[in-house]
Nanobody
């Protein structure tokens, strides 16, 4: 059974960098051909794909967030990390990590999700 667990601060001040970790169990983040994505959902809005890192270590970002986003990994800890810089209140959302194949990056068809973590951007 694959499990994903997000963790990080629940409150971030505007202009700061949001950093979240996703710890994976039951699978290796280097297993071919899986992609590990970050997805968020703001209040009253639909799901928004933020970025992803592939089994190979290649990274992919939403064009609208690319300039502020970095996704990395720690293979020894089997963790995927999201950094989102210069946050504003519009970045307030529940952030999820999820596993899928490459097609998931465009279709949203992930097979495993974390439970999500609430992040609020406020001074």
């Amino acid at each position: 059974q694959v499990q994903l667990q997000e963790s990080g601060p629940g409150l971030v001040k505007p202009s700061q960098t949001l950093s979240l970790s996703c710890t994976v169990s039951g699978d290796s983040i280097t297993t071919a051909y899986y992609y590990w994505s970050w997805i968020r959902q703001s209040p009253g809005k639909g799901l928004e794909w933020v970025g992803a890192i592939a089994f190979s270590g290649s990274t992919y970002y939403s064009p609208s967030l690319k300039s502020r986003t970095s996704v990395s990994r720690n293979t020894s800890m089997n963790q995927v990390t999201l950094h989102l810089s210069s946050v504003t209140p519009e970045d307030t959302a529940v952030y999820y990590c999820a596993r899928g194949g490459m097609v998931a990056l465009t279709t949203g068809t992930y097979d495993y999700w974390g439970q999500g973590t609430q992040v609020t951007v406020s001074s």
